[in-house]
Nanobody, 119 residues
Framework: QVQLVESGGGLVQAGGSLRLSCAAS????????MGWFRQAPGKEREFVAT????????FYADSVKGRFTISRDSAKNTVYLQMNSLKPEDTAVYYC????????????WGQGTQVTVSS
């Protein structure tokens, strides 16, 4: 079984930055994609960013493009989300997720880390 553990959330003022980390552990792990999602109060969970593990290719939601950067450290089985120019509407619980073949959806999820951006 694979466990994903997020860290790095917190309270920050608008315009500030945070860096989230997500470490995978439990067994040898070879994801196809790893990604970040978020869920704000009263809203559905939404996609934020994803990275293809083998190539490093990335894809972002329009709402965060140019402000957030997803990256990975394969040796540490860790994915990061650097969040800059944060806005109050970025406030949410942020979840890390992994898609490991042969499953074609994100099949491992972390517990989430709270990010709060004050105005």
């Amino acid at each position: 079984q694979v466990q994903l553990v997020e860290s790095g959330g917190g309270l920050v003022q608008a315009g500030g930055s945070l860096r989230l980390s997500c470490a995978a552990s439990g067994r040898t792990f070879s994801p196809y994609h790893m990604g970040w999602f978020r869920q704000a109060p009263g809203k559905e969970r939404e996609f934020v960013a994803t990275i293809r593990w083998s190539t490093g290719n990335t894809f972002y939601a329009d709402s965060v493009k140019g402000r957030f950067t997803i990256s990975r450290d394969s040796a540490k089985n860790t994915v990061y989300l650097q969040m800059n120019s944060l806005k109050p509407e970025d406030t949410a619980v942020y979840y890390c997720a992994a898609q490991e073949p042969p499953v074609v959806r994100y099949n491992y999820w972390g517990q989430g880390t709270q990010v709060t951006v004050s105005s």
